[in-house]
C-alpha cells in the first residue's frame, strides 16, 4: 500500500500529467477535452481511493471530491472553441494544485498555494492586460503569495497573520477580495467557474488549519471586516450592471458571511463545509450559466437579452433553479448549511446578525432581477435562439442535483473520520471567554 | 398663481389655449378610447386613425405606441407550412411587386419575384444579430459560410464612423416627431425618465381615477386632475428627485393649457412637431390616457361630473414632469440644456460621444468598451478636462473601437450575408456551389434585392394571403350551400309553418346554436342585432343605477323599469328587506376587510369561514355553485316581474306620481309623528301633499284644523312640511323632475309599431310568422373574471341582452301594435306568440321569461322548444368542447354539458368560453344562403330580405350600425392578436383590477388594453387567426355603391381596407368583391374559366 506521503504527489501529478499529455492533442479540440475530462476523472477516483488512507482535517474528504467535480462539470458543458484550449489546460493545472494542498503539509502545501496564485496571476494578465481590475487582483495574489512564503520564514504569531492574509486572498475577505473578484471577472473560459470554487475551497482549508492558532483579538477584527465586506459585496453586486462583477461581489458577500461565522464562533463545523461547497456550486452553476449565453452571444450586456423562458426553456429553468439555491431558498444546500451553522450550540444570535440578514435580502433583489431580465420581458428577434446543448444541459442539471443533496443529505455524510480541529477550537475559545 | 396677464391680454391668452386644445384633440387620435371594465366595449384601438389607409395606420401605431400590426413573419411561415396558407395566393400578393429582372448564377435564373418570395416563405430578410465573438459555432452548414463570407469580403459592411453618422442623422431627423426628448436620454445616457414619469402618472391617474375600488380616496377630486395634483404633489417631501419640486409646482399656472404651453416652450419643441410630439406623450400610457380620453367626452357620467378630468390636464402633469426631469438629467450628465434645440445641436458637434454612449446604453458594447465609456462619461460629468480634450478622447475611443472591432464586424456582416445568401439557395434548391462560382457583383444585387425587402415589409402581404386563404374556403362554402343564389323573385309564402322562430343576436356565438336548434326540428332562426332595435335605459329591480342597453354609437330616449308583478305586492316588501339585509351583510363584511383595524380580529375568528368558499370554489366549483345558489334563492328567492314598456299618460302619470306622493306622507306621519293608519284621515294626506308642494299658497283652514285634531301644533306642522320638503322631497322641484323621468318611462303606441316594424323588416321575419316566435338575447356566467361584460351583448352596451328581448317580445304581443302592423303590411297570425330568452354563452342554456303571459293554447308550443332548445344547448356544448385545447375531442353530451357548466362556475378557469375568438365575416342576407353550412362559430350572421327594403333603408342601418360594431369586435381581437403586448392586455394571470375601471399586469401598470392573451392565443399560436372583416351583402351592388358613397364610415371601411366587401347581387346571383378603387370584381367559381 501506498504510503500516505506520497498521496498529495500523486493527486497533483495526475492532473498536471494530464495537462501536459494534452498538450499533445492540441490541434484537436474535441480530443483535448474528452482527454481532459478523463483526466479529471482519474483524479476523482484517485482522490476517492486515498482519502480513506489520509488523516486530514474535516474539510479534506468532501473537498477532494468537490474539486474534481466541479472540474469536471464545468469542463463538459465548455464548446469547442480554440479559445478555450489554455482554459481547459489551465483547469487540470489548478485541479492539481488545489487537490495537492488540499492534502499536503507545511511546506509543499505553502509552496502550491504560492504556485497556484502565481499561475491565476499569469492567466488573468495574459488574458485581460494591465486594466484596473487586473492590476488589483495581480496586488492581492502578490500578497497571497508574499503571506504564503513569509508564513514560512517568519515566528508565531506573525506567521499566523501571514498564514491568514493568504486564507483572505483565496477566501475572499475584505479587503483582500480584489484576487477573487479578479478570477471570477478575468480568468477566460471555464476558469471562473471552477475558480468560485476552487479559492474558496483551498482558503477554507487553510482556515480550518490556522483555527487554532488565532487569537481572540484576531476573530474580532475578522469579524469587523467579514460584515463590512458583507455589505460592500452586497452593495457593490447591487450596484453592477454586468453578470460577472455582480457574481463576484455576491461571492464576496456570501463568503464574508462564512468568515464572519468562523470568527464569531471560533469554529468550523461541517455546517460550514457544506455552506460553502454550497454557495461556491451555486456560483459555478450561474457562472456555467452565464457562459452558455456568452458562448452564444459573446461578451453582450444582459439588459439586452430577454425573454428566454419561452426560447431557451431549459437554460431558463436551470438559471432560475440555480439563482433560487444561490439565493439561499429551500431545500437547497445554501439554505440547510446556512441554518446549520446558525443552529450549532457555538453561535449565539447577536445584533450582528442583521447585517447578515440584510445582505440575504440584497441578494434576494439582484439574483431575481438577473433571472428576471433574462427569462422574462421581450425578445430580441434579431438573435438566433438554440437552448442547452446536451452537455452543458447535463452539466447545470448535475450541479443542481448536487446542490440539492447539499440541501437534503444529512450533514454527518459530510463528516471526516479524523479528529475535527473545530470541536477543539470551540473548547479554546470558550477557555479564552473564561 | 394665474398666469394670465393684464387683461388686454386675455382674449390671445384664450386663442392659444384654445388651439391648445385644439392639438391635443388632433394629438389624441393615435390612442383610442378606453371603456370601463364594468361595460367593455370591444372596439379598434386605432379606431380614430380610421379615415387613413389601413397599412398606414399600422404605421402609425408603430410610431406612437410601439405596436405591431401583422403577426411576426415565423408565425406566418408555420400557416403556410401547415396548408393554412397557399403558395399561390404569396403569388398574387406579390405580384404587384414584381419586376422583370434575373440574375444568373452558373446555370441558374433567378428572378426578382423568386427572390421576393424567397424572402418571405423562408425569412431570408428577416434581420439577424451577428455576436462578434461567439464561441459556439451553431450551423452544420460553418465551412460553407466561412468560405461564402470569404468570397464576399470584397463587400464592406459599414465602418463605426460610418455608423455613427447614420445614427446622428437619423436621430435628429427622428427627435420630437418620433422620439421624446426623455426617450432621447434614456436610450443615449441610460437613464429610467420615461419609466419615472409613467410611474408617476400611474399613480396619480390610479388615485384620481378610482370609482369606487379604493378604501381611502384621494382628496380634492373634485378640483379635476391637474388642481388635486397641484394640491397634492406640492406636499411631497420630494417627487422624483426634482430640486425645489414644491417650489416650482406652487408657481405653476392655475391653467393647465398655460402649463402645457410653458413646458412646450421649455422644451422648445418646434411648433411643426407639437403634434407629434403630443401624441407622443400620450401614446406613453395609451391605457390611462384612453380612459380619461373616453371619460372626458361623457359629460353624463357621474364620476366625470364629480372629478373631471381631461387630456390637457393629464399632459399639463406629464410634460411638468418631463420638462423638469430632461433638464435636471441634460444639464447634470452632458452639461447642456434640456430642450430640442441644445439636444440637436449636441448630436451634432459630439457625434462620437453621443455615438459611444448611446451604444453603451443599448448595451451593444464589449464589457471593456462599456467601462471605458463610463469612465469617460464620469471625467466629463465631474469636468476634470477641458471639452476639447474631452471630445478628443471620445473621438479617440471611436476610433479605437473601430480599429479592435471594425473588422470583426466586418467579417460578422459578411457572415450574415453569406447565411442569406446560402439560406436563398436553399430556398431555391440551388447547389450552394454556384455562390462560390458567382461574381461578387451578382451576390450583392441578390443581396440588395432582399435588403430591399424587409420582414417588415411582409406584414401586409402575408395577411392578404391569409384572408385569400380563408375567402377562398367560405365562398366555396357558400356555393356549396343547399340554397344556391337565385334572382330576385318574390318568395311565396311557405307552404309549412315552422315551429318555432327564433331571432338570435348576429354575434359568431349564435351561429353554432342556431345551426343545431335547426337541425332539431322545424326551427327557423334569425340574426339580428342583440339589442333588437330597443334602444333603452334600463334599471333592473333593486338595482341603484340604470344600464345603458344600446351599442355605443346611439343614444337612448326611452328608460324601462323592472317591477314586481303586481299580485305579488304584498310579498315586495318583505323581499326588500331581506335582499337588503344580504346587501348590508356585504357591506359589513367589506368595511370590516377593508378597515385598518378590524382585519387583525376578523382573520382570527372567522378567517376560517372563507376556508369553506375556496375549497368549494375550487374542489368542487359546479356543485359549490348550485349549493350557494340554493341557499341564496332560500333566503331572498326570486320575485317574478314585468317591465314598464308602455308609456304612461299624462292624467295617468299624474295619478301616479300623487300616489306616490301620498304613500310617502303615510310613512312620513308613521316615523316622524308615530300617527298610523287609523288616526290619520286621507283628506288630511292629500292637504299635506298640496302643502308641501305649494309653499307659497295660504294655509288651508282645513289643514290647521286636522292638525290639531292629531295634536300637532303649528310649529310642529311647519317644520313637519319643511321635513317632507327636504328629506322626502315632496317638493315642485322633484315633482317636476319624476314626472319628467316617467314621462321618460315606456314607449308610446306609435314608438312600439315603428320598434316591432323596423325589427321584423330588418330580421326579413314578416310573413309566415309561427305559433311561437323566440327573440333569444344573449349573456354569460363566469368567475373571478373582471372582464365579465366583454362576454355579455356588445350591441347592449356590454350588458345582457335580456331586457331588450322583453321589451320587444312586450310589445309585438299587444293587440294595438299588432292592429297597426297589419295595417303596414306585416300580419302577424293572432296565434303568434312572442317569447323573450337569453342564452348563455358560457353554459349554452336558454333561460325563458314571462312564461306566464304564454297562452294556455301554446303549453304543448312551449314545451317542444323547450326540448329543443334543450338538445341544441347539448350539441352545441359538444361542438364547442372539441375546441378548447385540453379537450380536443368530441365528448358524450352529458360530458359536454357537464364540463361548460364546470368551466363556467370555475374561478381559475381563463377560457370560461372561447366564442368571440376567431370570428372572420359578416353575412347581411337571408338564412338560405348559409342554411345547412358549419360556418364554425367565425360569422356574424344579421338577417336581411332585401325585398323588404325597396328604399335601402334597413340595409343602410346595417351597415352603419351593426357592421360597425361587428368591425370594432374583428379589430379588437385583430390587434390583440397580432402584438398581444401592445394592443392586447399580456395574460391574464398577472392582472389585477384597478379602481373598478380596468386592469393593470401586476401592481403597477398602464391600464392594460384589449383582450387577454388566454381569449386570442392557443398556446403560442394565434386561436383568433388575425383577419380583417369580410363583409359579405346579399343586395345589388349600385344599391350598396349608393350607401357607400353616401357615408363615410363606410368609405372608410371599403377604401382604406379595414373591412373586405363583397356581394351577391340578385340580379344575376353572382357573388362580386368591391376593390378600395371603388369598382366590383367578380369572384371565379371553381369551374370557371
Redesign the interface.
Known amino acids: 500500500m501506498m504510503q500516505a506521503s506520497m498521496a498529495p504527489w500523486l493527486l497533483t501529478a495526475i492532473p498536471c500529467m494530464g495537462a501536459v499529455l494534452s498538450l499533445l492533442l492540441w490541434s484537436s479540440l474535441h480530443r483535448m477535452k474528452t482527454w481532459a475530462l478523463l483526466t479529471v476523472m482519474a483524479s476523482f477516483l484517485a482522490a476517492m481511493a486515498l482519502s480513506w488512507q489520509l488523516q486530514q482535517s474535516l474539510t479534506s474528504m468532501p473537498f477532494l471530491c468537490l474539486l474534481p467535480l466541479t472540474a469536471f462539470l464545468s469542463l463538459l458543458g465548455q464548446?469547442l472553441?480554440q479559445?478555450?484550449r489554455a482554459a481547459w489546460l489551465s483547469t487540470l493545472v489548478l485541479l492539481g494544485l488545489g487537490l495537492g494542498i488540499l492534502t499536503a503539509q507545511d511546506l509543499p502545501r505553502h509552496i502550491m498555494i504560492v504556485t497556484l496564485l502565481g499561475i491565476l496571476c499569469g492567466v488573468i494578465y495574459h488574458w485581460n492586460g494591465f486594466?484596473p481590475d487586473v492590476r488589483r487582483a495581480l496586488a492581492t495574489y502578490g500578497l497571497g503569495m508574499a503571506s504564503a512564503m513569509l508564513s514560512l520564514l517568519l515566528p508565531a504569531p506573525a506567521s499566523t497573520v501571514a498564514v491568514l492574509l493568504t486564507c483572505a486572498t483565496l477566501l475572499p475577505l475584505f479587503p483582500l477580495h480584489g484576487g477573487f473578484v479578479g478570477s471570477l471577472t478575468g480568468l477566460p473560459g471555464n476558469l471562473p467557474a471552477f475558480a468560485a470554487v476552487l479559492l474558496p475551497v483551498v482558503g477554507f482549508h487553510c482556515l480550518v488549519l490556522l483555527l487554532p492558532n488565532l487569537t481572540g483579538a484576531m476573530f474580532q477584527f475578522v469579524t469587523i471586516l467579514a460584515l463590512v465586506g458583507a455589505c460592500y459585496g452586497s452593495l457593490l453586486a447591487l450596484r453592477q450592471a454586468?453578470v460577472?462583477p455582480r457574481l463576484a461581489y455576491a461571492g464576496l458577500a456570501f463568503f464574508s458571511t462564512l468568515w464572519w461565522y468562523v470568527a464569531g464562533t471560533g469554529t468550523a463545523p461541517v455546517q460550514t463545509v457544506v455552506y460553502l461547497s454550497a454557495v461556491g456550486l451555486a456560483m459555478s452553476g450561474l457562472l456555467l450559466a452565464w457562459y452558455s449565453i456568452?458562448?452564444?452571444?459573446?461578451?453582450?450586456?444582459?439588459?439586452?437579452l430577454g425573454g428566454l423562458a419561452?426560447l431557451m426553456p431549459r437554460f431558463s429553468t436551470l438559471l432560475s433553479l440555480l439563482a433560487l439555491a444561490a439565493l439561499g431558498m429551500p431545500p437547497f444546500g445554501v439554505f440547510s448549511g446556512f441554518m446549520g451553522m446558525l443552529l450549532t450550540p457555538a453561535f449565539a444570535p447577536s445584533g450582528s446578525l442583521a447585517v447578515i440578514m440584510l445582505v440575504w435580502l440584497s441578494a434576494s433583489w439582484y439574483f431575481l432581477d438577473m433571472v428576471h431580465q433574462l427569462v422574462f420581458g421581450?425578445h430580441?428577434?434579431?438573435?438566433?435562439y438554440?437552448d442547452l446543448r446536451q452537455t452543458e444541459f447535463a452539466s447545470l442539471l448535475v450541479l443542481v442535483l448536487l446542490l440539492l443533496a447539499l440541501g437534503i443529505a444529512p450533514s454527518r455524510l459530510f463528516q471526516s473520520n479524523a479528529t475535527t480541529p473545530s470541536e477543539a477550537v470551540a473548547i479554546k475559545v470558550s477557555s479564552w471567554i473564561h | 398663481m394665474d398666469s394670465l396677464g393684464t387683461a388686454g391680454h386675455r382674449p390671445d391668452l384664450e386663442a392659444r389655449r384654445m388651439e391648445l386644445r385644439g392639438m391635443i384633440r388632433l394629438a389624441s387620435e393615435v390612442i383610442a378610447q378606453y371603456w370601463p371594465m364594468r361595460t367593455f366595449v370591444h372596439h379598434n384601438p386605432l379606431h380614430s386613425l380610421e379615415y387613413l389607409p389601413f397599412t398606414e395606420t399600422v404605421r402609425r401605431g408603430q410610431q406612437f405606441v410601439g405596436g405591431n400590426g401583422y403577426l411576426?413573419g415565423d408565425m406566418y411561415r408555420r400557416y403556410l407550412k401547415s396548408g393554412r396558407i397557399q403558395v399561390h395566393h404569396i403569388e398574387e400578393a406579390l405580384a404587384p411587386l414584381a419586376r422583370d429582372q434575373d440574375v444568373t448564377l452558373g446555370f441558374c435564373s433567378i428572378s426578382y419575384r423568386d427572390v421576393l418570395r424567397a424572402c418571405m416563405t423562408h425569412g431570408l430578410s428577416?434581420?439577424?444579430?451577428e455576436?462578434?465573438?461567439?464561441?459556439?459555432?451553431?450551423e452544420p452548414n460553418e465551412e460553407q459560410i466561412e468560405a461564402l463570407a470569404e468570397r464576399l469580403s470584397s463587400l464592406s459592411a459599414p465602418t463605426v464612423k460610418e455608423r455613427m453618422t447614420t445614427t446622428v442623422r437619423e436621430d435628429v431627423a427622428a427627435l420630437g416627431q418620433q422620439l421624446t426628448l426623455s426617450g432621447w436620454c434614456d436610450q443615449t445616457l441610460g437613464t429610467h425618465i420615461v419609466e419615472q414619469i409613467n410611474a408617476e402618472l400611474i399613480k396619480w391617474c390610479e388615485a384620481f381615477l378610482d370609482e369606487g375600488h379604493a378604501t381611502w380616496s384621494m382628496p380634492g377630486r373634485e378640483q379635476g386632475l391637474y388642481a388635486a395634483w397641484k394640491t397634492l404633489a406640492v406636499k411631497e417631501w420630494t417627487t422624483c428627485g426634482i430640486a425645489e419640486s414644491r417650489r416650482k409646482i406652487a408657481a405653476l399656472s392655475d391653467h393647465p393649457e398655460d402649463t402645457v404651453f410653458d413646458c412646450l416652450e421649455a422644451l422648445a419643441i418646434p411648433a411643426e412637431f407639437r403634434r407629434d410630439y403630443l401624441s407622443l406623450q400620450l401614446a406613453a400610457l395609451p391605457g390611462w390616457a384612453g380612459f380619461i380620453k373616453w371619460r372626458a367626452e361623457q359629460d353624463a357620467y357621474p364620476w366625470q361630473q364629480a372629478y373631471p378630468v381631461g387630456l390637457v390636464k393629464f399632459l399639463a402633469v406629464r410634460l411638468w414632469y418631463v420638462r423638469e426631469l430632461v433638464q435636471a438629467i441634460c444639464h447634470e450628465e452632458l452639461g447642456i440644456e434640456g430642450n430640442y434645440r441644445a439636444v440637436s445641436t449636441y448630436m451634432e458637434q459630439h457625434p462620437h460621444a453621443y455615438f459611444m454612449r448611446k451604444e453603451r446604453a443599448?448595451?451593444?458594447?464589449?464589457?471593456?468598451y462599456?467601462e471605458r465609456v463610463d469612465r469617460l462619461h464620469t471625467q466629463t460629468r465631474n469636468g476634470r478636462k477641458g471639452i476639447a480634450t474631452v471630445s478628443h478622447e471620445w473621438e479617440q475611443l471611436t476610433e479605437q473601437y473601430q480599429v479592435e472591432f471594425g473588422p470583426r464586424r466586418e467579417r460578422a456582416t459578411q457572415r450574415v450575408m453569406a447565411r442569406q445568401l446560402l439560406a436563398l439557395a436553399h430556398a431555391l434548391e440551388i447547389v450552394p456551389a454556384v455562390l462560390m462560382e458567382s461574381s461578387a457583383r451578382d451576390l450583392r444585387v441578390l443581396l440588395d434585392w432582399m435588403e430591399a425587402f424587409p420582414e417588415a415589409a411582409h406584414g401586409p402581404l402575408w395577411l392578404k394571403t391569409l384572408e385569400a386563404g380563408y375567402q377562398d374556403h367560405l365562398f366555396a362554402m357558400l356555393l356549396r350551400a343547399p340554397a344556391k343564389p337565385q334572382p330576385a323573385v318574390p318568395e311565396q309564402q311557405s307552404p309549412v309553418r315552422p315551429h318555432s322562430q327564433s331571432v338570435f343576436c348576429i354575434d359568431v356565438r349564435s351561429e353554432p346554436f342556431r345551426r343545431h336548434l335547426e337541425s332539431t326540428g322545424a326551427n327557423d332562426t334569425y340574426g339580428f342585432a342583440g339589442f333588437f332595435a330597443v334602444f333603452i335605459r334600463y334599471r333592473a329591480w333593486g338595482k341603484e343605477h340604470e344600464t345603458e342597453q344600446f351599442p355605443v354609437i346611439m343614444r337612448a330616449k326611452n328608460e324601462v323599469r323592472e317591477i314586481p308583478r303586481s299580485y305579488l305586492d304584498h310579498y315586495v316588501s318583505k323581499h326588500q328587506s331581506r335582499a337588503k339585509l344580504v346587501h348590508a351583510g356585504h357591506t359589513l363584511l367589506h368595511d370590516l376587510k377593508a378597515n385598518v383595524v378590524t382585519p387583525y380580529v376578523m382573520v382570527e375568528s372567522i378567517g376560517w369561514f372563507y376556508g369553506l368558499p375556496i375549497v368549494g370554489k375550487t374542489v368542487l366549483p359546479a356543485l359549490y355553485k348550485r349549493l350557494t345558489g340554493w341557499v341564496q334563492r332560500l333566503f331572498v328567492p326570486p320575485i317574478a316581474t314585468s317591465l314598464t314598456v308602455d308609456k304612461l299618460a299624462p292624467g295617468e302619470t299624474e295619478e301616479m306620481l300623487v300616489s306616490e306622493q301620498r304613500a310617502l306622507i303615510w310613512k312620513a306621519l308613521r316615523d316622524r309623528l308615530s300617527l298610523h293608519g287609523s288616526r290619520v284621515d286621507p283628506e288630511f294626506v292629500e292637504a299635506l301633499r298640496r302643502r308641501a308642494l305649494d309653499e307659497d299658497a295660504p294655509v288651508e283652514p282645513y289643514l290647521s284644523d286636522a292638525a290639531k285634531s292629531v295634536r300637532l301644533s303649528a310649529q310642529q306642522l311647519a317644520s313637519f312640511l319643511d321635513e317632507l320638503r327636504g328629506h322626502y322631497r315632496i317638493n315642485r322641484r322633484a315633482a317636476s323632475r319624476q314626472k319628467e323621468r316617467i314621462t321618460r318611462t315606456g314607449f308610446t303606441l306609435d314608438e312600439q309599431v315603428i320598434t316591432v316594424e323596423t325589427a321584423l323588416r330588418m330580421m326579413g321575419l314578416v310573413r309566415n310568422f309561427a305559433r311561437l316566435v323566440l327573440f333569444c338575447a344573449h349573456g354569460s356566467t363566469s368567475e373571478n373574471n373582471p372582464f365579465e361584460s366583454a362576454l355579455d351583448c356588445g350591441a347592449c352596451g356590454g350588458h345582457e341582452g335580456k331586457p331588450n328581448a322583453r321589451v320587444l317580445a312586450g310589445m309585438a304581443n299587444r293587440s294595438q301594435v299588432r292592429e297597426r302592423l297589419a295595417r303596414r303590411g306585416i300580419d302577424i297570425p293572432s296565434d303568434t306568440h312572442f317569447l323573450a330568452g337569453q342564452l348563455d354563452t358560457t353554459t349554452d342554456e336558454v333561460q325563458l321569461f314571462d312564461l306566464e303571459d304564454v297562452p294556455p293554447t301554446h303549453r304543448k308550443d312551449v314545451s317542444r322548444l323547450i326540448d329543443d332548445l334543450r338538445e341544441a344547448s347539448q350539441l352545441t356544448s359538444q361542438e364547442r368542447c372539441s375546441r378548447f385545447p385540453e379537450i380536443g375531442t368530441v365528448l358524450p353530451l352529458d360530458e359536454a354539458q357537464a364540463s361548460v357548466q364546470g368551466r363556467s362556475s370555475d374561478w381559475s378557469q381563463v377560457r370560461p368560453e372561447w366564442g368571440l375568438s376567431s370570428n372572420t365575416a359578416f353575412i347581411i342576407g337571408r338564412r338560405n344562403l348559409t342554411k345547412g353550412l358549419n360556418l364554425a362559430g367565425r360569422v356574424f350572421l344579421h338577417s336581411y330580405d332585401y325585398r323588404e327594403d325597396p328604399t335601402d333603408r334597413l340595409l343602410e342601418v346595417i351597415l352603419t350600425g351593426p357592421q360597425v360594431v361587428a368591425q370594432w369586435i374583428n379589430m379588437e381581437h385583430y390587434f390583440s392578436a397580432v402584438d398581444n403586448?401592445v394592443y392586447g392586455s399580456g395574460s391574464k394571470i398577472y392582472h389585477n383590477v384597478v379602481g373598478r375601471v380596468g386592469i393593470m399586469s401586476g401592481p403597477w401598470s398602464d391600464l392594460r388594453l384589449g383582450l387577454a392573451w388566454q381569449t386570442v392565443m392557443n398556446d403560442?399560436l394565434p386561436y383568433h387567426e388575425p383577419m380583417r372583416l369580410l363583409t359579405l351583402v346579399e343586395a345589388s351592388r349600385p344599391r350598396i355603391e349608393a350607401l357607400i358613397a353616401r357615408h363615410e364610415v363606410l368609405q372608410h371601411f371599403y377604401h382604406n381596407e379595414w373591412v373586405h366587401l363583397a356581394a351577391l347581387d340578385p340580379e344575376d346571383g353572382t357573388w362580386y368583391r368591391y376593390v378600395p378603387s371603388g369598382f366590383w370584381r367578380r369572384i371565379r367559381y371553381p369551374g370557371d374559366t
Open positions: 464548446p472553441h479559445d478555450n486594466l454586468w460577472l456568452r458562448a452564444r452571444y459573446g461578451d453582450i450586456d444582459v439588459r439586452s419561452y421581450r430580441r428577434p434579431d438573435l438566433r438554440e | 411576426p428577416a434581420s439577424t444579430h455576436p462578434l465573438d461567439p464561441l459556439m459555432r451553431r443599448a448595451g451593444r458594447l464589449p464589457s471593456v462599456a403586448e403560442d
